[in-house]
């Protein structure tokens, strides 16, 4: 398919703007070319399901208090989700669309309880493990509250560099998570180039809207502090899958240079005979859950992972 007129009519925001022009810059954005990522990104209003009661705490972790945020559905499934935003490891907040409008829209979907982690990030000082540290913990406290409650199932997900560190925090727990929820993962530290005809029409976007070589390495760096020697749980697809993994749902992006991380880990799963299932959202970029619903592909993503959850749920008790 072609990339959705939606996304494609809105890239002449963009004009005459580049990666070059933002490190001559030193990596800051000018407030012009904030304004038209606003307009860029611009659905319009969205407010939360109404049913759906939000509430702001934090979870002691192992370097300090690790802010989160929950919703609970008007008719809980007994099924919960930890939901963790991506942002290359080193952006990203709670407001987020692909983490406030991730996690609400679940809750209303999927009559689940969900837990939005809002990690350290990657920021030169701060690097690997301590986001995953943060992640586990969150992990751990909503490990211990689920298992008081009868038949219930608890998932971890997260999208882009969230869905490693989701990924991560359930290999190095010993708290098993009864399914495992990914969108568009970044969890190869070398990820495979797409095909031809998708790189081609992918040659349309900026180059901001990438990920080069150079991007990824960036961000391996960033988070980890070296591309050597990188560790199995920075960036998890390359641990070995074994038949006896939880339950695992895999979102792709269809225009998206990330993408072959994700298939990566899908072919692994079905070599290795661990339960997969997958979904290529047509049409849309990398990041497509950081828009509202009403954006294309959004609300058939979020229906399909809520699918998942609302799965869980029929095996309960």
């Known amino acids: 398919m072609s990339l959705d007129p939606y996304y494609r009519d809105r890239l002449s925001l963009f004009d005459g703007f580049s990666n070059a022009d933002r490190a001559a810059a030193g990596g800051t954005l000018d407030e012009a070319f904030q304004e038209r990522l606003a307009a860029y990104g611009d659905d319009g209003p969205w407010s939360p399901p109404s049913d759906v009661v939000i509430t702001d705490e934090t979870v002691d972790g192992p370097h ?4 989160i945020r929950r919703y609970v559905p008007a008719d809980p499934s007994g099924v919960a989700l930890l939901w963790v935003h991506g942002g290359g490891f ?3 907040t709670l407001d987020w669309p692909e983490a406030h409008v991730v996690s609400a829209e679940l809750a209303a979907r999927a009559g689940a309880e969900v837990v939005s982690v809002d990690y350290r990030l990657a ?6 493990p301590v986001p995953l540290d943060d992640v586990l913990a969150v992990w751990e406290q909503l490990d211990d509250e689920r298992s008081a409650v009868p038949g219930a199932r608890t998932a971890i997900g997260g999208a882009s560099a969230g869905a490693a560190l989701a990924l991560a925090a359930s290999l190095r ?17 070398a990820v495979p180039a797409l095909p031809a005809d998708v790189l081609a029409e992918m040659s349309v976007l900026p180059d901001f809207m990438r990920f080069p070589t150079e991007s990824i390495d960036w961000m391996v760096g960033n988070y980890v502090g070296r591309l050597e ?5 920075a960036l998890p697809g390359i641990v070995p899958v074994t038949p006896d993994r939880p339950p695992l749902s895999v979102l792709l992006s269809e225009f998206d240079d990330l993408r072959p991380s994700g298939e990566l880990l899908i072919a692994a799963s079905e070599a290795a005979g661990a339960p997969v299932r997958s979904r290529l959202e047509s049409g849309v970029l990398h990041g497509h859950l950081n828009r509202h619903p009403v954006a294309p592909g959004v609300s058939p993503s979020l229906d399909w992972l809520a699918d998942g959850l609302r799965a869980m749920g029929n095996h309960t008790g």
Not at 229 to 233: F, S
Request: glycine content about 8%.
């Open 123 to 128: 920021d030169g000082t701060t690097r690997y």
């Open 90 to 92: 080193a952006a990203g």
């Open 173 to 189: 727990s010993d708290r098993r998570a009864d399914a495992v929820l990914l969108a568009y993962p970044f969890l190869h530290a």
């Open 229 to 233: 020697d990188v560790p199995e749980l």
């Open 64 to 67: 300090g208090a690790v802010p």
